[in-house]
């Protein structure tokens, strides 16, 4: 099925799907206009010649962009006038595809609109890590005072340590196997992972165990 439609001051033969360029016409991009003036219909039914136009005959189109066409150059000139004119001129146009040809008077349907898209829920923040020695199980302030001193002043500088880190520390400090014995590198690696200091969880299972 197919129409031939006037808009503008010129004619166009169309069918559903088609994308044309025309004069420009009032609306913004995705708005649906109706084109009234068709002069010829063809159908299943056979070809219906407007007089000059169909009755209840016209085109459905979504506007897709409003653009403008190539530059033209208009240039005047005038023999022995000394007279010359040169301008350019854009000409405005709207993008247009037909949606659908209705006749008997049928009106266009409505567009749907799209359904608001959900907004994904905000990732619940994690929660700030206070890069403090003390929360390793065992390191009361005495012993952080130790630490700082040998320049050992934040988790992330025990969770890198090796083992031969580790002996050395001990030695230096006398700690007597302490940091090892108490899992210090494993107890800091979890603290950074955002894990409960194990103080902690130790005493819930206390109290738990306490309850029951």
Known sequence: MYAVVKTGGKQYKVAANDVIKVEKLTGEPGDVVTLEDVLMVSGDSGVTVGSPRVDGASVAAEILEQARAKKIVVFKKRRRQTYRRKAGHRQHLTVLRVTDILTGGAKPAAKK????????????????????????????????????????????????????????????????????????????????????????????????????
């Open 113 to 212: 609109k799209a359904a608001p898209k959900k907004e994904a829920a905000p990732a619940p923040e994690k929660s700030e890590i206070k890069d403090d020695v003390s929360l390793i199980g065992g390191v009361g302030p005495k012993l952080k005072e130790k630490l700082e001193g040998y320049g050992v002043t934040s988790l992330k500088q025990i969770a890198e340590m090796d083992a031969a880190a580790i002996t050395k520390m001990d030695e230096e400090l006398e700690l007597r196997g302490r940091a090892e014995r108490e899992e210090w590198v494993e107890q800091a690696k979890e603290l950074l992972a955002g894990k409960p200091p194990r103080a902690k969880v130790d005493q819930a299972a206390a109290a738990k165990s306490e309850e029951e």
